[in-house]
Protein backbone atom coordinates (compact mmCIF):
# COMPACT_ATOMS: atom_id res chain seq x y z
CA UNK A 1 0.00 0.00 0.00
CA UNK A 2 0.47 3.60 0.21
CA UNK A 3 4.16 4.98 1.78
CA UNK A 4 3.94 6.73 5.56
CA UNK A 5 6.85 8.96 5.36
CA UNK A 6 6.72 12.63 6.31
CA UNK A 7 6.12 15.23 3.74
CA UNK A 8 9.76 16.29 2.55
CA UNK A 9 11.10 19.96 2.56
CA UNK A 10 9.01 22.10 0.47
CA UNK A 11 10.10 21.80 -3.08
CA UNK A 12 7.90 22.29 -6.50
CA UNK A 13 6.06 19.14 -7.43
CA UNK A 14 7.48 17.28 -10.17
CA UNK A 15 5.72 18.64 -13.87
CA UNK A 16 6.25 14.96 -14.98
CA UNK A 17 4.09 13.32 -11.60
CA UNK A 18 0.65 13.78 -11.24
CA UNK A 19 -1.57 14.69 -7.87
CA UNK A 20 -5.16 13.14 -7.73
CA UNK A 21 -8.04 14.85 -6.33
CA UNK A 22 -11.22 12.76 -5.13
CA UNK A 23 -14.22 14.95 -4.12
CA UNK A 24 -16.67 13.88 -1.60
CA UNK A 25 -19.61 15.61 -1.26
CA UNK A 26 -21.38 14.68 1.78
CA UNK A 27 -21.97 16.80 4.84
CA UNK A 28 -23.61 16.02 8.09
CA UNK A 29 -25.01 19.52 7.98
CA UNK A 30 -23.68 22.80 5.74
CA UNK A 31 -22.04 25.64 7.21
CA UNK A 32 -23.35 28.77 6.71
CA UNK A 33 -20.94 30.08 4.69
CA UNK A 34 -20.26 27.58 2.59
CA UNK A 35 -20.28 27.50 -0.86
CA UNK A 36 -18.46 24.43 -1.62
CA UNK A 37 -20.47 21.39 -3.53
CA UNK A 38 -21.96 19.62 -0.58
CA UNK A 39 -24.79 18.13 0.41
CA UNK A 40 -26.84 17.12 3.81
CA UNK A 41 -28.91 14.42 4.08
CA UNK A 42 -28.25 12.54 0.94
CA UNK A 43 -26.66 9.78 3.04
CA UNK A 44 -28.93 6.96 1.26
CA UNK A 45 -26.54 7.96 -1.78
CA UNK A 46 -23.22 6.97 -0.49
CA UNK A 47 -22.98 3.23 -1.17
CA UNK A 48 -24.22 4.30 -5.21
CA UNK A 49 -21.83 7.70 -5.13
CA UNK A 50 -18.96 5.12 -4.46
CA UNK A 51 -19.59 2.65 -6.96
CA UNK A 52 -19.39 5.49 -9.38
CA UNK A 53 -16.34 6.85 -8.16
CA UNK A 54 -14.71 2.89 -8.29
CA UNK A 55 -15.77 2.93 -11.90
CA UNK A 56 -14.78 6.61 -13.11
CA UNK A 57 -10.90 5.38 -11.54
CA UNK A 58 -10.89 2.48 -13.30
CA UNK A 59 -12.42 4.59 -16.29
CA UNK A 60 -9.57 7.04 -16.07
CA UNK A 61 -6.64 5.06 -15.08
CA UNK A 62 -5.28 4.14 -18.33
CA UNK A 63 -4.97 8.03 -19.19
CA UNK A 64 -2.41 8.12 -16.44
CA UNK A 65 -0.75 4.91 -17.09
CA UNK A 66 3.19 4.72 -15.87
CA UNK A 67 2.67 8.67 -14.52
CA UNK A 68 3.46 8.40 -10.87
CA UNK A 69 1.62 10.02 -8.53
CA UNK A 70 2.76 11.53 -5.35
CA UNK A 71 -0.11 13.28 -3.84
CA UNK A 72 -3.80 11.72 -3.44
CA UNK A 73 -6.14 14.16 -1.42
CA UNK A 74 -9.91 13.49 -0.60
CA UNK A 75 -11.90 16.32 0.24
CA UNK A 76 -15.12 17.93 0.79
CA UNK A 77 -18.13 18.23 1.94
CA UNK A 78 -16.67 16.18 4.78
CA UNK A 79 -14.97 13.15 3.99
CA UNK A 80 -14.77 11.63 7.37
CA UNK A 81 -18.48 11.46 7.12
CA UNK A 82 -18.02 9.13 4.33
CA UNK A 83 -16.74 6.95 6.44
CA UNK A 84 -13.33 5.02 6.75
CA UNK A 85 -14.53 1.57 5.22
CA UNK A 86 -15.25 3.39 1.84
CA UNK A 87 -12.42 5.79 1.97
CA UNK A 88 -9.82 2.88 2.92
CA UNK A 89 -12.02 1.27 -1.02
CA UNK A 90 -11.01 4.09 -3.05
CA UNK A 91 -7.02 4.11 -2.19
CA UNK A 92 -6.93 0.40 -2.42
CA UNK A 93 -8.32 1.27 -5.89
CA UNK A 94 -6.08 3.92 -6.55
CA UNK A 95 -3.05 1.82 -5.49
CA UNK A 96 -3.67 -0.89 -7.76
CA UNK A 97 -4.88 1.19 -10.88
CA UNK A 98 -1.96 3.77 -10.95
CA UNK A 99 1.20 3.90 -10.11
CA UNK A 100 1.36 5.52 -6.53
CA UNK A 101 4.77 6.67 -4.97
CA UNK A 102 5.60 4.56 -1.81
CA UNK A 103 6.46 8.22 -0.95
CA UNK A 104 3.32 10.30 -1.83
CA UNK A 105 1.22 12.22 0.36
CA UNK A 106 -2.04 11.09 1.18
CA UNK A 107 -4.61 13.60 2.85
CA UNK A 108 -8.21 13.29 3.76
CA UNK A 109 -10.19 15.92 5.36
CA UNK A 110 -12.36 15.44 8.19
CA UNK A 111 -14.59 17.22 11.17
CA UNK A 112 -14.10 16.76 14.39
CA UNK A 113 -17.66 15.20 15.16
CA UNK A 114 -16.93 12.84 13.03
CA UNK A 115 -13.80 11.22 13.94
CA UNK A 116 -13.45 8.40 16.11
CA UNK A 117 -9.74 6.41 16.88
CA UNK A 118 -11.17 2.76 14.96
CA UNK A 119 -11.63 4.84 11.83
CA UNK A 120 -8.74 7.04 11.62
CA UNK A 121 -6.57 3.17 12.74
CA UNK A 122 -8.10 2.23 9.72
CA UNK A 123 -7.14 5.27 7.32
CA UNK A 124 -3.72 5.26 8.95
CA UNK A 125 -3.30 1.77 8.08
CA UNK A 126 -4.98 2.44 4.44
CA UNK A 127 -1.87 4.60 3.70
CA UNK A 128 -3.25 8.16 5.08
CA UNK A 129 -0.17 10.09 5.96
CA UNK A 130 -2.29 13.52 6.09
CA UNK A 131 -4.94 14.95 7.93
CA UNK A 132 -6.77 18.09 7.44
CA UNK A 133 -8.90 19.22 10.12
CA UNK A 134 -11.88 21.40 10.35
CA UNK A 135 -11.49 23.43 13.82
CA UNK A 136 -12.67 26.59 12.44
CA UNK A 137 -12.20 28.35 15.80
CA UNK A 138 -11.88 27.63 19.71
CA UNK A 139 -15.35 29.48 20.53
CA UNK A 140 -18.37 27.72 21.36
CA UNK A 141 -20.17 31.10 20.69
CA UNK A 142 -18.56 31.72 16.97
CA UNK A 143 -19.32 28.06 16.23
CA UNK A 144 -23.05 27.96 16.91
CA UNK A 145 -22.95 31.24 14.47
CA UNK A 146 -21.99 29.77 11.46
CA UNK A 147 -23.62 26.54 12.25
CA UNK A 148 -20.66 24.19 12.90
CA UNK A 149 -22.16 21.16 14.47
CA UNK A 150 -18.52 20.71 16.49
CA UNK A 151 -17.40 21.84 19.59
CA UNK A 152 -14.09 23.31 20.67
CA UNK A 153 -13.97 20.05 22.94
CA UNK A 154 -14.30 17.61 20.25
CA UNK A 155 -11.56 19.43 18.31
CA UNK A 156 -9.47 18.98 21.14
CA UNK A 157 -10.40 15.14 21.23
CA UNK A 158 -9.79 14.73 17.92
CA UNK A 159 -6.62 15.94 17.75
CA UNK A 160 -5.91 13.53 20.79
CA UNK A 161 -7.52 10.50 18.56
CA UNK A 162 -5.40 11.63 15.45
CA UNK A 163 -1.94 11.46 17.47
CA UNK A 164 -3.12 7.65 19.10
CA UNK A 165 -3.91 7.03 15.67
CA UNK A 166 -0.17 7.86 15.01
CA UNK A 167 -0.81 10.51 12.60
CA UNK A 168 2.57 12.99 12.64
CA UNK A 169 0.98 15.50 9.81
CA UNK A 170 -1.48 17.57 11.19
CA UNK A 171 -3.35 20.49 9.53
CA UNK A 172 -6.33 22.82 11.42
CA UNK A 173 -8.39 24.89 9.12
CA UNK A 174 -9.10 28.41 11.14
CA UNK A 175 -11.25 31.51 9.48
CA UNK A 176 -10.91 34.74 11.31
CA UNK A 177 -13.88 37.98 10.35
CA UNK A 178 -16.49 35.46 12.21
CA UNK A 179 -19.75 36.48 13.33
CA UNK A 180 -19.38 38.12 16.84
CA UNK A 181 -15.15 37.47 16.59
CA UNK A 182 -12.95 39.82 17.84
CA UNK A 183 -9.34 39.97 18.10
CA UNK A 184 -9.08 38.83 21.42
CA UNK A 185 -11.29 35.84 20.49
CA UNK A 186 -9.13 35.52 17.13
CA UNK A 187 -5.73 35.26 18.86
CA UNK A 188 -7.31 32.79 21.75
CA UNK A 189 -8.25 30.82 19.08
CA UNK A 190 -4.67 30.96 17.45
CA UNK A 191 -3.08 30.30 20.61
CA UNK A 192 -5.24 27.45 21.14
CA UNK A 193 -4.50 25.42 17.96
CA UNK A 194 -1.07 26.05 18.66
CA UNK A 195 -1.08 24.13 21.61
CA UNK A 196 -2.54 21.52 19.76
CA UNK A 197 1.07 21.64 18.23
CA UNK A 198 -0.73 20.76 14.82
CA UNK A 199 2.75 20.27 11.64
CA UNK A 200 0.31 22.80 9.60
CA UNK A 201 -2.23 26.04 9.72
CA UNK A 202 -4.63 27.30 6.86
CA UNK A 203 -6.51 30.50 8.16
CA UNK A 204 -8.67 31.99 6.01
CA UNK A 205 -10.15 35.12 5.98
CA UNK A 206 -14.19 34.99 5.73
CA UNK A 207 -15.94 35.91 2.65
CA UNK A 208 -19.22 36.11 2.52
CA UNK A 209 -20.06 33.58 -0.75
CA UNK A 210 -23.41 34.80 -3.01
CA UNK A 211 -25.94 32.82 -2.22
CA UNK A 212 -25.12 31.23 1.01
CA UNK A 213 -27.26 31.82 4.10
CA UNK A 214 -24.62 33.50 5.50
CA UNK A 215 -25.21 36.13 2.28
CA UNK A 216 -28.70 36.48 3.25
CA UNK A 217 -27.86 37.12 6.72
CA UNK A 218 -25.44 40.13 6.03
CA UNK A 219 -28.04 41.38 3.68
CA UNK A 220 -30.56 41.18 6.45
CA UNK A 221 -28.26 43.63 8.33
CA UNK A 222 -25.95 41.41 10.44
CA UNK A 223 -22.63 42.92 11.10
CA UNK A 224 -19.38 41.10 10.58
CA UNK A 225 -16.11 42.44 11.69
CA UNK A 226 -15.28 44.97 8.89
CA UNK A 227 -12.03 44.93 6.46
CA UNK A 228 -9.83 46.84 8.87
CA UNK A 229 -10.49 44.25 11.55
CA UNK A 230 -9.59 41.28 8.89
CA UNK A 231 -6.37 43.17 8.17
CA UNK A 232 -5.30 43.42 11.59
CA UNK A 233 -6.22 39.38 12.42
CA UNK A 234 -4.29 38.68 9.00
CA UNK A 235 -1.18 40.66 9.83
CA UNK A 236 -1.14 39.37 13.59
CA UNK A 237 -1.40 36.01 12.66
CA UNK A 238 1.48 35.95 9.66
CA UNK A 239 3.98 37.36 12.37
CA UNK A 240 2.48 34.68 15.88
CA UNK A 241 2.81 31.92 13.29
CA UNK A 242 6.36 33.13 11.99
CA UNK A 243 7.28 33.47 15.51
CA UNK A 244 6.30 29.83 16.35
CA UNK A 245 8.04 28.17 13.61
CA UNK A 246 5.23 28.69 10.98
CA UNK A 247 6.62 29.37 7.97
CA UNK A 248 4.42 31.47 5.61
CA UNK A 249 4.13 29.33 2.19
CA UNK A 250 1.03 30.80 0.71
CA UNK A 251 -1.65 33.44 1.12
CA UNK A 252 -2.91 31.42 3.82
CA UNK A 253 -1.54 28.47 4.47
CA UNK A 254 1.77 27.92 6.91
CA UNK A 255 3.50 24.93 7.77
CA UNK A 256 6.65 23.60 10.05
CA UNK A 257 9.36 23.04 7.69
CA UNK A 258 8.78 19.87 5.53
CA UNK A 259 5.24 20.02 5.56
CA UNK A 260 3.62 22.36 3.26
CA UNK A 261 0.85 20.82 1.41
CA UNK A 262 2.54 19.26 -1.67
CA UNK A 263 -1.20 18.49 -3.31
CA UNK A 264 -2.27 22.37 -2.74
CA UNK A 265 1.08 23.49 -4.14
CA UNK A 266 -0.20 21.57 -7.67
CA UNK A 267 -2.66 24.07 -7.70
CA UNK A 268 -0.41 27.16 -6.79
CA UNK A 269 2.72 25.98 -9.04
CA UNK A 270 0.45 24.53 -11.85
CA UNK A 271 1.58 21.03 -11.72
CA UNK A 272 -1.15 18.43 -13.12
CA UNK A 273 -3.62 16.64 -11.47
CA UNK A 274 -7.21 14.96 -12.13
CA UNK A 275 -10.48 15.41 -10.17
CA UNK A 276 -13.00 13.05 -9.82
CA UNK A 277 -16.54 13.46 -8.14
CA UNK A 278 -19.45 16.35 -8.92
CA UNK A 279 -18.10 19.91 -9.08
CA UNK A 280 -14.28 18.31 -9.68
CA UNK A 281 -12.03 20.38 -11.60
CA UNK A 282 -8.78 18.78 -13.14
CA UNK A 283 -5.52 20.17 -15.30
CA UNK A 284 -3.85 16.97 -17.39
CA UNK A 285 -2.42 16.55 -20.52
CA UNK A 286 -2.75 20.36 -21.53
CA UNK A 287 -6.44 20.73 -20.75
CA UNK A 288 -8.55 21.86 -17.79
CA UNK A 289 -11.72 20.62 -17.59
CA UNK A 290 -14.42 20.07 -14.31
CA UNK A 291 -17.46 17.67 -13.71
CA UNK A 292 -20.97 18.79 -13.02
CA UNK A 293 -22.29 19.97 -9.39
CA UNK A 294 -24.83 17.06 -9.89
CA UNK A 295 -24.50 14.20 -7.67
CA UNK A 296 -27.38 12.46 -9.28
CA UNK A 297 -26.38 13.49 -12.70
CA UNK A 298 -22.47 12.50 -11.58
CA UNK A 299 -23.41 9.25 -10.67
CA UNK A 300 -26.14 8.20 -13.24
CA UNK A 301 -23.68 9.80 -16.05
CA UNK A 302 -20.75 7.40 -14.64
CA UNK A 303 -22.61 4.39 -14.29
CA UNK A 304 -25.05 4.47 -17.35
CA UNK A 305 -22.76 6.62 -19.86
CA UNK A 306 -24.17 9.48 -19.72
CA UNK A 307 -22.36 13.16 -20.12
CA UNK A 308 -20.63 14.15 -16.82
CA UNK A 309 -18.46 16.86 -18.39
CA UNK A 310 -19.47 20.48 -17.18
CA UNK A 311 -16.36 22.44 -18.91
CA UNK A 312 -13.30 21.88 -21.16
CA UNK A 313 -10.73 23.67 -22.73
CA UNK A 314 -7.29 23.18 -24.49
CA UNK A 315 -4.81 25.67 -23.34
CA UNK A 316 -1.47 26.26 -25.09
CA UNK A 317 1.22 26.63 -23.38
CA UNK A 318 2.09 30.30 -24.18
CA UNK A 319 -1.21 31.24 -22.70
CA UNK A 320 -0.68 30.20 -19.58
CA UNK A 321 1.55 32.90 -18.57
CA UNK A 322 -1.33 34.53 -17.02
CA UNK A 323 -1.96 31.94 -14.47
CA UNK A 324 1.54 31.64 -13.66
CA UNK A 325 1.44 35.16 -12.74
CA UNK A 326 -1.82 34.89 -10.92
CA UNK A 327 -1.25 31.56 -8.79
CA UNK A 328 2.06 31.33 -8.16
CA UNK A 329 1.89 34.97 -6.78
CA UNK A 330 -0.41 33.48 -4.38
CA UNK A 331 2.85 32.00 -3.10
CA UNK A 332 6.63 32.95 -1.39
CA UNK A 333 8.14 30.96 -3.82
CA UNK A 334 6.80 33.55 -6.09
CA UNK A 335 8.34 34.08 -9.75
CA UNK A 336 11.65 34.42 -11.68
CA UNK A 337 11.79 36.66 -14.98
CA UNK A 338 14.18 34.02 -16.60
CA UNK A 339 11.79 31.36 -16.22
CA UNK A 340 8.97 33.15 -17.08
CA UNK A 341 11.09 34.09 -20.60
CA UNK A 342 11.66 30.34 -20.78
CA UNK A 343 8.19 29.07 -20.04
CA UNK A 344 5.98 31.09 -21.63
CA UNK A 345 8.08 33.88 -24.73
CA UNK A 346 6.80 36.31 -23.07
CA UNK A 347 8.67 39.63 -21.89
CA UNK A 348 9.53 39.77 -18.25
CA UNK A 349 10.60 43.58 -18.27
CA UNK A 350 7.09 45.35 -18.25
CA UNK A 351 6.23 42.65 -15.26
CA UNK A 352 9.61 43.64 -13.18
CA UNK A 353 9.13 47.31 -13.63
CA UNK A 354 6.15 47.22 -12.02
CA UNK A 355 7.13 44.83 -9.20
CA UNK A 356 9.92 47.09 -8.63
CA UNK A 357 7.19 49.94 -7.93
CA UNK A 358 5.30 47.40 -5.20
CA UNK A 359 8.22 46.83 -3.46
CA UNK A 360 8.90 50.83 -2.62
CA UNK A 361 5.23 50.63 -1.32
CA UNK A 362 6.29 46.90 0.80
CA UNK A 363 4.07 44.74 -1.08
CA UNK A 364 6.57 42.76 -3.14
CA UNK A 365 10.09 41.71 -2.43
CA UNK A 366 12.90 40.05 -4.45
CA UNK A 367 14.58 37.52 -3.08
CA UNK A 368 17.01 34.86 -3.99
CA UNK A 369 16.11 35.83 -7.82
CA UNK A 370 12.92 35.70 -7.15
CA UNK A 371 10.13 37.61 -6.45
CA UNK A 372 7.20 37.64 -4.31
CA UNK A 373 4.32 39.27 -2.42
CA UNK A 374 5.25 39.97 0.92
CA UNK A 375 1.63 39.81 3.69
CA UNK A 376 0.85 43.46 3.25
CA UNK A 377 1.18 42.70 -0.80
CA UNK A 378 -1.35 39.50 0.52
CA UNK A 379 -3.91 41.42 1.33
CA UNK A 380 -4.62 43.37 -1.49
CA UNK A 381 -2.97 40.60 -3.84
CA UNK A 382 -6.03 40.67 -6.54
CA UNK A 383 -5.16 43.90 -7.00
CA UNK A 384 -1.62 43.84 -7.23
CA UNK A 385 -2.19 40.68 -9.80
CA UNK A 386 -4.78 42.30 -11.85
CA UNK A 387 -2.49 45.13 -12.61
CA UNK A 388 0.77 42.63 -13.46
CA UNK A 389 -2.14 41.14 -16.05
CA UNK A 390 -2.47 43.83 -17.58
CA UNK A 391 0.71 44.79 -18.48
CA UNK A 392 0.64 41.89 -20.93
CA UNK A 393 -1.83 42.01 -23.59
CA UNK A 394 -5.41 42.77 -23.01
CA UNK A 395 -6.29 39.61 -24.53
CA UNK A 396 -3.75 37.46 -22.82
CA UNK A 397 -5.27 38.95 -19.37
CA UNK A 398 -8.46 38.23 -19.75
CA UNK A 399 -7.75 34.77 -20.85
CA UNK A 400 -6.05 34.56 -17.51
CA UNK A 401 -8.51 35.70 -15.56
CA UNK A 402 -11.07 32.91 -17.50
CA UNK A 403 -9.23 30.35 -16.71
CA UNK A 404 -8.96 30.96 -13.01
CA UNK A 405 -9.45 27.84 -11.26
CA UNK A 406 -12.36 27.22 -8.61
CA UNK A 407 -10.26 26.57 -5.41
CA UNK A 408 -10.66 22.99 -4.58
CA UNK A 409 -9.55 23.11 -1.32
CA UNK A 410 -7.49 26.18 -2.03
Same mark, same amino acid.
Given at each position: ??????????????????????????????????????????????????????????????????????????????????????????????????????????????????????????????????????????????????????? /????????????????????????????????????????????????????????????? /????????????????????????????????????????????????????????????????? /?????????????????????????????????????????????????????????????????????????????????????????????????????????????????????????????????????
Amino acid at each position: MFGRTKTPQFQEPHRDKLGIYIHIPFCRSKCDYCDFYSLAGREEQMDQYQKALLAHLEETAPLAKDIPIDTVYIGGGTPSYYGAKRIKGLLAAIDKLFHVEKTAEITVECNPDSVNLADLKTLRKAGVNRLSMGMQSADGCELEAIHRIHT /PKQTDEAVNLARKAKFTNLSLDLIYGLPGQTMDSWKATVEHALSLIPQHLSCYGLKVEEGT /PLARRVAEGEVLPDDDMQVEMYLWTVGRLERAGYHQYEISNFAKPGYASRHNLRYWLLRPYIGFG /PGAHSDFGGRRYSFLRDLDGYIQGVLQGGNIIDSSELIPRRERSGEYLMLRLRTTHGIDGGEYRREYFMDFEPIRARLEQFAAHGWAQLQDGRWHLTPKGFLISNRLIGDLLERQTPAQWQDAVNRKPEGQNL
